[in-house]
C-alpha cells in the first residue's frame, strides 16, 4: 500500500481521537460535578446544578455528533488502520462509531431534559429516601421513566423485532447502552436458572440456620465511625487502592467515579453499628476503583482507555468484596487488627464466628447489604420491575405494592416502608434503567476470573495471609484492566478466563462455599 | 415611540441575557471544578484538572466573544432600552459591553494557557508552601507572570499613555479587572496616605506595648478543632449565612466562591494552637458569602446579579470580620458561650483581656492573620512589588530578597522562610495579579459603610449584645448586595453612604478605636 495512503488515514486517525479526548474531557466535567452532587452540594443548589448538568450533557452530546465525526468514521471504517478490530485503533473506530450513532439518534432536548432532570430526581430522591415519602419522588419517577421510553424509541428505531416481546424491545437499546452485546431474553434466561438453583439453595440455609446461632448480630455492635473510617482506609490502601489518585467520600448511596488520569473517586457510607454495611462497601468501590486506575492512561479519553462494561467492571467489585473480602485468608490478615481497632465490639469473638458473620446468608431487605447467595434474587426482582415499569405495564403509583409483593414472594420478607423498600437505590432516580441486570452478570464473570486466577496462581491464599495483594491485582490488571474496550465485554472475558461465559461457575461456588459453612 | 420598536429592542435584550446567563453557567462549572481543585481534589488529578479548567475557559471564551454578542451589543448600546444606564437592562448592556470588549481583545489560546497554567501553578503553590521550597514555584511564577503580562498587553493595546508610567501602564489594565475604574496613580496616592498615617500609628502601639502585657498568647492555647468547626459554623449561621445554600469547608487558602442560586462555599484552616486564625477566617469569608447570598437571583448570570467589584467585595468581608467580629459588643454575646467550649484554655480569661488579644496590634508576617491597623501594610508591599513584576523591573529569582527587604522596611520583621514569606498568599499562583489592592479599597469602603450603619441604625450595638445581626445584614442587602453591577463599585459606596469616598475614614476609626485600646 503507498506511504501517503497510510499517512493520510493516520492523520484522519489522530483527528478523530483528538475529538473524542474532548468530548471525553467535557464529559469528565460533567463527572465532577455529579459527585459533588452526591458528597458535599448543599440542598439548595439543586437546581441550579441541574441546569449546569444539562448544559453539558448538551455540549458534549453536540460534539460527539458533529457532523465531522460522521465524516472521520465513514473514512475510517474502510481503512486498512481499522481493519484489525482488536488492534487499539480497530477498537476506537469501531467503538466511536457505535456511540456516535447511539448519540445521533437522540435529540439534543432530550439528551438536557434527561440531564437536567435525573440531576433533580436525584436530589428528590434522597430527601424522599430519607423521610421515606414515596408519594414525593413518584412524580420524578414517572418523568424519568417517560424520559427512557423515549431514549429506547430513539435509540431503538428500525430494530429488528423477531423473537422479542414489548417489554424486550423497550428494554434492550437501554440495556445495551451498559452492556454491549447483552439481550434481554438472554439474561432472562440466566435469572432463570438464578433463581432455580438459589432459591432452594437459601430455602436450605434458612433451614440449617434454624439450628444453630446466628452471628450477624457480632457486626451490629458499636463500631465507631472515625475507627470504621481509618480500618476502611488501611484496606482499602493494602488492595493497592492508590489515594494519591483518588478519593473516600461519605455519600447517600456509595458509588465510584472514574474522573480521569490520576482522579479516582469512591464513596460509602457508615453507620456506628452496621460494620459490614461500610467495609465490604468500601472494598466493593474500591474494586471498581482498582479497575478505572488500571485502565491505559495513554488511551485516555477514547474507548480503549475506558472501562469494557457495567458488568466487567461490577465484575471487579464483586470479586474484590466477596472472593477476596469475605475469605478466610483475608480475615487471617485483618481479624487480629479488627480486634484490636475495635477491642469492645470483637475481644470476646474468635475469627471462626467472624467469618461465619461475615457470610451469613439471610433474606433481608437491602441489596447492598445482601448476602452472595440472595445478592442475584434481589437483581432480578428489579429486573422485573424496570422492565414493567418502561413497557408500562406497571404504573409508578403501583410500585411500591409491585415491590413488596415481590419481596414476599422472592425472599418472603416485607418491608416495612418504602426507604427499606423501592427506595433504597439510587439508580432510577439517576435514569439507570438497563443497569441492575449487569450486577448479576458481574457475579458471573467475577466467578469465572477468580476460579481462573486461582489456577494460574497458586500462592493466592498465602499472600492473602500475608496482606499483600499485588499478585491477584497484576493478573487482573493484565487480563482485564489494561484492555479497556479493545474487545467486546463477553470476549474480554472469555479470553481471560480461557474459556466460554457460564453462570454454573458461579452457582458452583456458592454451593461450595455455603454447603460447606452451612454443613448442608 | 411606535411599540413595535420597542418589541423589537425587548426581544434582543432577551436574547443577549440569555447568552449571558449560558455563559456564566459555563463559568460556574469551572466554579465547582475550582473550589473541588483547592478542597479534595487528589494531588494525582492536578494535570488532567488543568486540562478540563482550559477547555471550560476556551468554550467560555468562545460564547462570551461570539459575533451574535457584538451585534447584540452594538444594537442594543443605542436602544431606548439601555438609555438609562442606571436601569437594570441599562447596567447589563453597559457592563456586557465592557466584558464583551475586554474579552474580544483576547486570543482563545491565551485564555487557555492561562487557565492551565493557573490550575497548575496552584497546586505547585501548595507543595511549595508546605515544603517552603521557593525554588520550586518560581518558574511557575514566571510562566504566570509573562501571561499577565501578555493579557494586559492585549487588553490595553491603544490605551492612552498619558500620565502614567511603564508600571502603570501594565498594571491597569489588569487592575480594573477587578476594581472597575480604579487606576494604579490614584491608588499609589491611597496608599502613600495609608502608610504616612499608619506607619506612625504602628509605631505609637508598638512603643505602648511595651509597658503592658501583650494578651495573644491566650488565642495560641489549646483550640481543639472540632470545637473550633462547631463554633465558627455556630457564628456564620448567626451572622446570616444560609448552610441550605452553602457550605463551610478546608483549604490551604481560605476562599469564598459563589457558584451559583443556593450554592454559596466558604473555606477556612484550622490549627489547634490559633484560635484566631479560623475564627475571624470563618468570619470574612462568611461575609463575602453572605454578599453571594444576598445577590438578586432573579438577576443571576447577568451583571446584575453579579459582585459589584473586589473592592466592594471585600468591603463585606472586612465589615463582619473587623468591625462586627472585634466588636466588644459581639463578643458580649459570643465570649461566654466560647469560654464554655473553650473551657481548658478561656476560664481563667476575662472578657477584656480576651478582647485585647483579638485587637491586638502587632507586626507580624501572615497577611490574613494580621491586625486591622498593620493589614493595610502588609497590603502596599504586594501592591509594590506585583507591579515591579510585571513591569520587568523584578525578576521572579530576586522576589523573596525584595519581599524580606520590604517587610524589614516596613514592619520591621524579616521572615525566617519563604513560607511565611513570599510564598504565604495563593493569589500570584492563580494569576491574581491587581487584586491585592482591592483588599485596602474593601477596608475604606467598609470603614464607611459601617459609620454609616451606625448612624442609620442607632440599636445596632444592643442587637450585637443579642448575638443578632439581621438588621445590619438587611441594611447591607439593601444598600449594597441587591444591586449587583447596577452602579460602578464606587458610585454604588457613595449612594450608600451618601457622600464621597474617603480613606480618612478607616484612619480616624482605627485611631480613635486603638487610640484609646492602648491608652494613646
Known amino acids: 500500500m503507498p506511504k501517503g495512503k497510510n499517512q493520510g488515514e493516520r492523520a484522519l486517525y489522530d483527528e478523530l481521537v483528538q475529538r473524542a479526548r474532548e468530548t471525553s474531557l467535557l464529559g469528565s ?154 439481550e434481554t431474553t438472554r439474561l432472562r434466561t440466566l435469572f432463570t436458572a438464578l433463581r432455580q438453583e438459589l432459591t432452594p439453595l437459601v430455602g436450605e440455609i434458612v433451614e440449617a440456620a434454624k439450628n444453630r446461632p446466628g452471628h450477624a448480630g457480632i457486626l451490629e455492635r458499636s463500631f465507631p465511625v472515625d475507627r470504621q473510617k481509618t480500618f476502611g482506609e488501611a484496606a482499602a490502601s493494602a488492595l493497592g487502592f492508590d489515594f494519591q489518585r483518588g478519593r473516600l467520600d461519605v455519600s447517600a448511596h456509595p458509588f465510584c467515579t472514574g474522573i480521569g488520569p490520576g482522579d479516582v473517586r469512591v464513596t460509602t457510607r457508615y453507620d456506628e453499628r452496621q460494620f459490614g454495611d461500610a467495609f465490604f462497601g468500601v472494598l466493593h468501590e474500591v474494586g471498581h476503583g482498582l479497575y478505572e486506575q488500571g485502565l491505559p492512561v495513554e488511551q485516555y479519553g477514547t474507548p480503549a482507555g475506558e472501562a469494557a462494561s457495567l458488568g466487567v467492571h461490577e465484575s471487579q467489585s464483586r470479586l474484590w468484596e466477596n472472593a477476596v473480602g469475605r475469605s478466610p485468608a483475608f480475615w487471617r490478615y485483618w481479624f487480629p487488627m479488627a480486634r484490636r481497632v475495635f477491642h469492645e465490639s470483637l475481644h470476646d469473638v474468635s475469627i471462626d464466628r467472624f467469618l461465619a458473620a461475615v457470610n451469613q446468608v439471610e433474606p433481608t431487605l437491602i441489596r447492598v447489604q445482601a448476602d452472595e447467595v440472595t445478592y442475584n434474587l434481589h437483581i432480578l426482582i428489579r429486573f422485573e420491575l424496570e422492565q414493567a415499569l418502561l413497557a408500562g405495564d406497571l404504573a409508578a403509583a403501583d410500585l411500591p405494592s409491585a415491590w413488596n409483593d415481590a419481596y414476599r414472594e422472592t425472599l418472603g420478607i416485607v418491608p416495612k416502608n418504602d426507604a427499606e423498600g423501592c427506595l433504597q437505590d439510587v439508580h432510577w432516580s439517576a435514569g439507570l434503567f438497563g443497569y441492575f441486570p449487569t450486577y448479576s452478570l458481574g457475579n458471573v464473570y467475577a466467578a469465572q476470573l477468580f476460579q481462573k486466577a486461582r489456577r494460574d496462581l497458586p500462592a493466592l491464599d498465602e499472600s492473602f495471609d500475608r496482606g499483600e495483594y499485588h499478585e491477584l491485582l497484576a493478573w487482573l490488571r493484565d487480563k482485564v484492566h489494561i484492555h479497556g474496550q479493545r474487545y467486546a465485554p463477553a470476549t474480554l472475558i472469555e479470553r481471560a478466563v480461557e474459556g466460554p461465559i457460564d453462570s454454573h461457575v458461579l452457582i458452583a461456588a456458592l454451593r461450595h462455599k455455603y454447603g460447606s459453612l452451612y454443613n448442608l
Request: net charge negative; aromatic share 6%.
Open 29 to 182: 466535567c460533567s463527572a465532577v460535578l455529579g459527585w459533588d452532587e452526591q458528597t458535599y452540594m448543599p440542598e439548595g443548589a439543586a437546581a441550579h446544578r441541574g441546569e449546569q448538568m444539562a448544559l453539558l450533557a448538551g455540549l458534549a452530546h453536540e460534539r460527539a455528533t458533529a457532523p465531522r465525526m460522521g465524516e472521520l468514521l465513514e473514512a475510517l471504517g474502510e481503512s486498512s488502520l481499522a481493519a484489525d478490530g482488536d488492534s487499539i485503533e480497530g477498537a476506537n473506530v469501531r467503538q466511536l462509531k457505535r456511540d456516535y450513532d447511539r448519540r445521533t439518534k437522540l435529540p439534543r432536548p432530550l439528551v438536557e431534559e434527561l440531564a437536567r432532570t435525573t440531576s433533580l430526581a436525584q436530589q428528590e430522591w434522597i430527601v424522599a429516601r430519607r423521610e421515606s415519602d414515596y408519594k414525593r419522588f413518584q412524580p420524578w419517577l414517572e418523568r424519568v421513566v417517560d424520559l427512557k421510553r423515549k431514549e429506547s424509541e430513539c435509540v431503538g428505531a428500525g430494530q429488528d423485532a423477531r423473537g422479542r416481546d414489548a417489554a424486550a424491545l423497550v428494554y434492550d437499546p437501554l440495556l445495551d447502552e451498559y452492556e454491549q452485546g447483552a
